[in-house]
């Protein structure tokens, strides 16, 4: 259902940009929601967006990231600037609707900052 894509390894200060593409157009009525999880560490929200295209960020990404939505192509964007090694984890996009109830991940795609 979900297919993230545009991680991999970038230095500290550069840029990527991850896409998360659902399958079904029941993107149009979902929250969608970028997490990351870091290697040992818990699973942590980035960044969700609302149907209507209202942002909520982790307050780590202090600016750096920006999520965006095209519901023409059902696909989520995540910006992310500034990368810093603690940024380094597994990203994973969640697609959540309230009715009907449906609660998708896809696998995730790895990005990796490190000098």
Excluded: H
């Amino acid at each position: 259902q979900l297919t993230e894509s545009g991680g991999g390894s970038v230095q500290p200060g550069e840029s990527l940009r991850l896409s998360c593409t659902c399958s079904t157009n029941i993107f149009k009525l979902a929250t969608m929601a970028w997490y990351r999880q870091p290697v040992g560490k818990e699973r942590e929200l980035v960044a969700s967006i609302t149907t209507g295209s209202r942002a909520y960020y982790g307050d780590f990404t202090k600016g750096r990231f920006t999520i965006s939505r095209d519901d023409a192509e059902n696909t989520v964007y995540l910006q992310m600037e500034g990368l810093r090694p603690e940024d380094t984890a597994l990203y994973s996009c969640n697609l959540k609707t309230v009715t009907p109830r449906f609660d998708y991940w896809g696998r995730g795609t790895q990005v990796t900052v490190s000098p």
